[in-house]
């Protein structure tokens, strides 16, 4: 893959789309922590799905922008300097919020947090401690290890899209042996945030980068992926409701794997897009930067939100919708500081040390 005229296409789309994927996080954890606007949740709920468009959005990326020549040392230490600066500064943040507004800190659940491990702890105690959402990084450093091997086996692979749609039946399939063998309580850990599953989002996203990269073409469009996505989305938020009455008691495994298909395609089309030079909204320059920012509005929105949820909760529900909004808004700026000030030069100066010649890239 190495020197191709593809690699050298900057996926603009797949950019601003990582803003709406972390959007849909902050969404749904608006709308769990201020009560007055819980019952958005039946239109939210299912946000935590954009967990998995980043999971296969990281395995997309890593791979188109795979040197030949790297070697495991400079792609570990650029996945470092990419991810960790940014986790030890919002779990710094995390203290602060929590002694100042009076919740409690597990202390000994620190180490395994600064080490990323904590995805691997089956209760929630440690696994959401300080900053809930970094258990995601905790998956992410486990591709990340796996990475340079994964990429390499999968290269020889023939038949990539046949391989992906195997790699999805077989979450299906471990996920449908998990729900029979273990108890309700459980699958949470084995079936959302333990990183040994989810590596199976990262692999397809790999193995889409791949197909792209050898020629393949989606058949649908970009506006197309959306909208499938919408609708898919609005199915089983609808089942959900009606069956079950809130969407909440919906497994989260579930939703994930019904929209991983809409995932995929809304990757593929949008890179596809991207290449054929295709404009729109999605990869205008204010879009763009909102998915750069994506990175620290995914780590910083929760701090905000626990902050401002002692504020929210005595207020009527028109009211606390608008701080709400407000609340939100305030993330996305946060997060456009940190990205400037902070993630970004942070991220050149700790890359300049190992390949000072080489250009920072997303």
Known sequence: MQGTPLRRNRLRSLTGLRFFAAMMVV?????????????????VGFGYAGVSFFFMLSGFILAWTSRDADTARQ?????????????????????????????????????????LVQAWFPGPDIKYAFNGPSWSLSCELFFYLLFPWLIKVLMRRQ????????????MVAVAGACAMLFQPEHLGFLLYTMPA?????????????????????????????????????????????????????????????????????????????????DRGIIRSAPVVRLGQW???LYLVHELILKASEPLVDDLDSTSATVVAVVVIVLSVVASGGLYVWFERPMERRLR??????QEVTA
Not at 37 to 43: E, K, Q, R
Not at 352 to 357: L, M, N, Y
């Open 27 to 43: 969404l749904l954890h608006a709308a769990q922590r201020f009560d007055p606007i819980h019952g958005l949740t039946s239109v």
């Open 159 to 170: 038949r990539i899209l046949s391989t992906a749609i195997a790699v999805g039946a077989v």
């Open 352 to 357: 300049a040390w190992v390949a000072p010649k």
């Open 197 to 277: 599953f989810r590596l199976g989002e990262f692999v397809i996203g790999i193995l889409l980068a791949i197909a792209l990269q050898r020629g393949w073409r989606p058949r649908i469009s970009m506006m197309q992926a959306v909208l499938g996505t919408l609708i898919m989305y609005g199915m089983l938020a609808l089942a959900a409701n009606l069956v079950l009455h809130d969407v909440a008691r919906l497994p989260y495994f579930v939703a994930d794997l019904w929209m991983m298909p809409g995932c995929a395609a809304i990757i593929a089309a949008g890179a596809a897009g991207d290449l054929r030079g």
């Open 75 to 115: 792609f570990y230490w650029r996945r470092f300097a990419r991810v960790w600066p940014l986790h030890a500064l919002t779990t710094g943040m995390a203290i602060v919020v929590a002694l100042l507004v009076g919740l409690p800190l597990l202390w000994p659940a620190l180490t395994a947090i600064l080490t």
């Open 294 to 296: 994506s990175f620290a």
